[in-house]
């Protein structure tokens, strides 16, 4: 079974450019995660989709990004316009769905590290 | 203001010998503990996991312990080997780890030493 995987591995802009990231998850998973490290500090949480459907993005830092999954298969990440401080890695992962509250496992991808200079 | 916290960012232990990652959490929602593994260039991988209703898990050389009235847990790994050398990340959830996003510390980096 293939990983999740990102696109690209890194990518240098320049303040106020755009940045649009790639993640494909693992096939059947409905759940799909973006999450984001700054250097040195936690991995943290950006947004959640079900399948097409955002089902929490209260880790969006603001107006800037902008996530999309359509058909429920990949999603991007857009940044625009790009900022010094969304430097950082963005990690995907992604879930098989459960109703129940047993736990399963989220599998990450390598990472985009962004750099904006 | 962290909800998970590592306070050693990094920790260095002989090969054979025991290593215990420590990780505090304030938040009495979270049901649901575990602990992940990074290499450079990767992304972090799964470990163990662990429930709030149990205090103990273990899974060949690593076993999380988690102590909820001090809101703590940690993570032994014995016999510690070479290839164990990575940043481990411990994250919590307060969704039974079921589809809600994991909330993670900073990371402590082991080096275990030949």
């Known amino acids: 079974e293939a990983g999740v995987t990102q696109f690209p591995s890194h990518s240098v802009i320049e303040k106020g450019q755009t940045v649009t990231l790639r993640c494909d998850p693992i096939?059947?998973?409905?759940?799909l995660y973006w999450y984001r490290r700054v250097m040195g500090k936690e991995i943290k949480f950006l947004l959640h989709?079900?399948?097409?459907?955002?089902?929490?993005e209260s880790g969006m830092p603001n107006n800037r990004f902008l996530a999309e999954r359509t058909g429920g298969t990949y999603s991007t990440l857009k940044v625009q316009p790009a900022e010094l401080e969304d430097s950082g890695v963005y990690f995907c992962?992604?879930?098989?769905?459960?109703?129940?509250?047993?736990?399963?496992?989220?599998?990450f991808g390598p990472g985009t590290r962004l750099t904006v200079l | 203001d962290q909800q998970v916290k590592q306070n050693s960012p990094s920790l260095s232990v002989q090969e054979g010998r025991i290593s215990i990652l420590n990780c505090d959490y304030t938040?009495?929602?979270?049901?649901?503990f575990l602990w992940y593994k990074k290499y450079p260039a990767e992304g972090p991988t799964f470990l163990i996991s662990?429930?709030?209703?149990?205090d103990k898990n273990e899974d060949g050389r690593f076993t999380v312990f988690l102590n909820k009235s001090a809101k703590h847990l940690s993570l032994h790994i014995v016999p510690s080997q070479p290839g164990d050398s990575a940043v481990y990340f411990c994250?919590?959830?307060?969704?039974?780890?079921?589809?809600?996003?994991?909330?993670f510390g900073k990371g402590t980096k082991l080096s275990v030493k030949p």
């Open positions: 992962a992604s879930s098989r769905f459960s109703r129940g509250r047993s736990y399963n496992e989220q599998f």
């Open positions: 096939s059947g998973h409905d759940n």
């Open positions: 989709f079900v399948k097409e459907s955002k089902q929490d």
């Open positions: 938040n009495s929602m979270f049901d649901y």
């Open positions: 662990i429930s709030s209703i149990k």
């Open positions: 994250a919590a959830t307060a969704y039974g780890g079921s589809q809600g996003n994991l909330i």
